[in-house]
C-alpha cells in the first residue's frame, strides 16, 4: 500500500506502518511520545515507504556556488550505512 493506491496517502495500515518506522527519541516521556506520533500520522503524506513513492520534480534547481580554487578529495572513504 503506497500514498499513489486508489486508496491514498492516508489509507489507516499505511499511516500505521509509518507511524511505527519512524525512530522516536528514548528521552521523551509518554505525552511527547503520544504527541510524536499523532504529528507523524498527521503528516504521512510526506513519508515515503518505497523508492516507487518519490517522483522526481523538475521545478526546483540547485545552484552550489562552489569557488574555482576549490579542491577536493579523490580518495573514497566508504562508510557502512548500517551500525554493525
Known amino acids: 500500500f503506497t500514498r499513489l493506491t486508489t486508496h491514498g ?6 499511516v500505521e506502518t509509518i507511524v511505527n ?13 503520544q504527541k510524536s506520533r499523532e504529528l507523524v500520522a498527521e503528516f504521512a503524506d510526506v513519508f515515503a515507504l518505497s523508492i516507487r513513492e518519490v517522483k522526481p520534480v523538475d521545478f ?13 578529495s579523490k580518495r573514497i572513504y566508504q562508510q557502512p ?3 554493525p
Do not use: M, W
Not at 518506522?21 to 511520545?33: I, S, T
Open 9 to 14: 496517502p492516508f489509507y489507516p495500515p499505511r
Open 21 to 33: 518506522a519512524v525512530r522516536y527519541g528514548a528521552h521523551l516521556n509518554e505525552e511527547q511520545l
Open 60 to 72: 526546483i534547481k540547485f545552484r552550489l556556488q562552489i569557488p574555482q580554487d576549490a579542491t577536493f
Open 81 to 83: 550505512l548500517t551500525k
